[in-house]
């Protein structure tokens, strides 16, 4: 058998090896980015943080032309096999749905006790992402949907870098600003802002 068969029969059986599937929290992975729909005066931002430490944080922002009408901060963790979605609204109390469906594409949570809703769900097109609530409110079946479109976050493109102190012949300290983490001081209206010092080295040096 010739060294080029050999090898020809080797990259079938590791091509034929099946994948790991993903696991955990990166099952919904495609969740994360920025997030926008709109309608009349009223607008709705979803942002959420890529999976790390087996979580994703999400916040929400509602507005409207007379401003902030509500906002939410979401956290999903895992539990066991299956998704955990914390919600912290505002105006309301916090709340705990389960994941009960799991996709390359969509996910939905349940929590048969809350009062309205008692599912949430959400599912990504492409560049599209639908998230919708529904149950009974009332004796009433009611659903309400968000169709969301990706857009660029804003954070990421507004800073440049600033010169700081006095030039130096190997080329001065360089100070830049670094976008805000998603945190719940988004919701406050601010946001803390980080600055790293660049000097000679190239390294930063945080004051």
């Not at 705990?96 to 599912?123: A, C, K, W």
Request: charge should be positive.
């Amino acid at each position: 058998m010739g060294t080029a068969t050999v090898a020809a029969i080797a990259a079938l059986l590791i091509a034929a090896q099946p994948t790991p599937s993903v696991k955990g929290i990166d099952r919904v992975a495609w969740l994360q980015g920025c997030w926008e729909t709109a309608s009349g005066d009223r607008s709705v931002e979803e942002q959420w943080m890529a999976p790390r430490g087996g979580s994703m944080l999400g916040v929400s922002r509602t507005v409207r032309a007379n401003g902030l009408a509500a906002y939410e901060l979401i956290v999903l963790r895992e539990r066991g096999d299956r998704l955990l979605y914390h919600a912290h609204p505002s105006g309301q109390p916090a709340a705990i749905f389960m994941s009960t469906v799991v996709g390359r594409d969509t996910v939905i949570f349940e929590n048969l006790e809350h009062d309205f809703p008692q599912r949430i769900g959400y599912q990504r097109k492409g560049a599209m992402l639908l998230a919708w609530i529904e149950g009974l409110e009332n004796g009433r079946a009611r659903r309400i949907e968000f169709p969301y479109r990706h857009v660029a976050c804003a954070d990421a493109v507004r800073t440049q870098p600033v010169r700081a102190g006095r030039p130096r012949s190997s080329g001065g300290p360089e100070v830049f600003q670094i976008p805000c983490s998603l945190s719940p001081a988004l919701l406050a209206g601010g946001c803390v802002r980080v600055h790293w010092a660049l000097g000679a080295t190239g390294r930063p040096a945080i004051p």
